[in-house]
């Protein structure tokens, strides 16, 4: 589970990053379209933005809505909040996640593998992509100024789907997770703020 | 001991609020004798014991008399655990490793104070007070044969304590579905452990498939709960 988180935020990261070249409707090869977020990456050093997020339950017929605030600084803090009533925060030193939550705020933290961190994810953006990354299947197209990346994880794993939808200036319009039991999480990010010069301050608890 | 903990309040919680749904209170505007048949709402909990704690947000359904489904979120909305409830049966699936812990609530590891389903069935016995508007602590001996004092505001329930050391408290009630509604429920033990729980949006006594208390586990690790070894 942790290993997917950690994923999922380099992925995050990665799409609130620089300017991508805009394009006329049309699917493009997949490592393009990895590459130019690999690119606009490249160019940005933090970022923070607004975040709607809602959760689809299958078995319960019931939806979740979620407001909240996300940052990033390179090469390894994340930090997330969720607003009231729905109230918790996490921050990611690389290989360490602190997370609170609950009514009282009650705090966990949980040590991953150093291979798991997200520095070492972080890094392994430095350079151009030549080859897909094993194990995914990906779709990528390209319409007018958004792009859209299809990604399924081959395997049995909990992710069945990860849909990235983001504009050709690289700014992320939304990150949709499809679970294996039906489940469906989407992240719509808005007012994101790029190279803002992030403090150590605004990655604690 | 999280675990433990958390199937506690997995199995507590919502019969708790089930006996605080089936009270009176002047203040609250209800129909009389509606009770809480099924249950869904987002819930925001925590667990505290002397050695650990947890928290996290969710989502669960409960129907009368014992099923119950608890999903705890990731912060980026996945599924981190679910967990099934039935009668004597548990069971934990956790999605991000396809594994499920399957078994009997008695099998889980006895550490933490409190006393699960027969705690459970003694949060049960809450009967609403017979004098109307009743306020005060009495002492009786309840239903199940446990010595108790429960402590009555405007004829509601909003303590309820054992000589061992249990104790629950009921409190932000509310109305839905024209049941009164306690939003917020705080237990205790001798050992200071605690599990609070705050729910929102609740739905009450509104259908519920029987697929929402089913867990899936196909091409799921089925192990026994005797082989968990945390959460």
């Not at chain 2, 001991?1 to 203040?27: E, H, N, Q, T, Y």
Request: hydrophobic fraction near 40%; aromatic fraction near 6%; glycine fraction near 8%.
């Amino acid at each position: 589970m942790m290993r997917v988180l950690i994923c999922l935020l380099a992925v995050s990261a990665m799409f609130v990053s620089g300017a991508i070249p805009s394009a006329e409707a049309r699917t493009i090869p997949p490592l393009e379209g990895l590459e130019a977020l690999r690119k606009g990456f490249s160019g940005m050093s933090d970022f923070t933005a607004d975040i709607t997020q809602e959760k689809r339950l299958s078995l319960m017929k019931r939806s979740m809505n979620m407001t909240g605030t996300v940052r990033f600084r390179k090469p390894d803090q994340f930090y997330m909040a969720i607003n009231p009533p729905y109230t918790s925060r996490m921050v990611l030193k690389d290989s360490t996640i602190e997370m609170a939550g609950g009514p009282d705020g009650k705090s966990n933290r949980i040590v991953l593998p150093p291979e798991q961190g997200l520095g070492r994810w972080v890094s392994k953006l430095t350079s151009p992509l030549t080859t897909l990354p094993d194990g995914v299947a990906i779709q990528a197209d390209l319409s007018n100024a958004l792009y859209t990346l299809i990604i399924t994880p081959q395997g049995k794993g909990q992710v069945k789907e990860l849909t990235i939808s983001f504009l050709a200036d690289g700014t992320i319009r939304r990150l949709s997770i499809l679970e294996r039991n039906g489940d469906k999480a989407t992240m719509t990010f808005k007012n994101l703020r790029r190279n803002i010069g992030l403090t150590d301050r605004e990655f604690r608890l | 001991m999280f675990i433990k903990l958390l199937m506690r309040f997995l199995i507590i919680a919502a019969p708790l609020l089930l006996a605080a749904c089936s009270m009176a209170r002047p203040a609250l505007v209800y129909s009389p004798g509606a009770t809480v048949d099924t249950l869904s709402a987002a819930v925001s909990l925590s667990v505290t014991t002397a050695d650990s704690g947890m928290s996290g947000s969710g989502f669960l359904v409960y129907r009368r008399p014992d099923q119950l489904h608890l999903v705890l979120l990731s912060p980026f909305g996945t599924t981190m655990i679910e967990i099934f409830s039935n009668g004597e049966q548990i069971t934990l699936l956790y999605p991000g490793s396809s594994t499920a812990y399957v078994g009997r609530i008695a099998d889980l590891p006895v550490k933490g104070g409190l006393q699960g389903w027969r705690l459970m069935r003694w949060v049960m016995d809450a009967a609403p007070s017979d004098l109307p508007g009743q306020n005060g602590t009495i002492e009786r001996t309840g239903s199940h044969g446990v010595v108790e004092k429960v402590t009555f505001e405007n004829g509601l329930v909003t303590a309820k304590s054992t000589k061992n050391g249990d104790k629950v408290y009921y409190s932000r009630y509310t109305v839905a579905g024209g049941v009164p509604f306690a939003a917020e429920l705080d237990l205790r033990n001798s050992q200071d452990d605690r599990i609070r729980m705050v729910l929102d949006e609740p739905e009450v006594n509104a259908p519920l498939e029987n697929a929402a208390f089913l867990p899936r586990l196909e091409g799921v690790k089925v192990l026994p709960l005797s082989q968990l070894k945390g959460l």
